[in-house]
């Protein structure tokens, strides 16, 4: 998820997704880490999924009411976009 977030609200966004958003990921299934990336007020999320279908399950299913939850600190719509990782040298646990 790419979003630009209000003035000011980086710090409030990072603190709310992991009080209020990474307890409720974290119990979906399928969900293996998440990446929270801040520049100024822009903030980049890449979640890590076990496959596409749970990835699909939780944006159609449990997404939508997470992001309702932040919508007061963004400034535009959230955008998301679906890659499949193709190499890393990251370390996602199994």
Same mark, same amino acid.
């Given at each position: 998820m790419q979003v630009q977030l209000k003035e000011g609200k980086g710090? #409030? *966004?990072? $603190? %709310? *997704? #992991?009080? $209020?958003?990474?307890?409720?990921?974290? $119990? $979906? %299934?399928?969900?293996?880490? #998440? /990446?929270? /990336?801040?520049?100024n007020n822009r903030a980049l999320l890449i979640s890590f999924w076990d496959d596409r279908k749970h990835a699909d399950m939780y944006h159609n299913t449990v997404y939508p009411k997470l992001v309702e939850k932040l919508n007061p600190m963004f400034q535009t719509p959230p955008k998301v976009d679906i890659y499949e990782v193709a190499t890393t040298t990251l370390h996602v646990a199994a």
């Open positions: 710090k #409030e *966004f990072i $603190q %709310a *997704f #992991e009080s $209020q958003i990474l307890p409720v990921l974290r $119990q $979906q %299934a399928g969900f293996q880490d #998440e /990446l929270a /990336l801040l520049d």
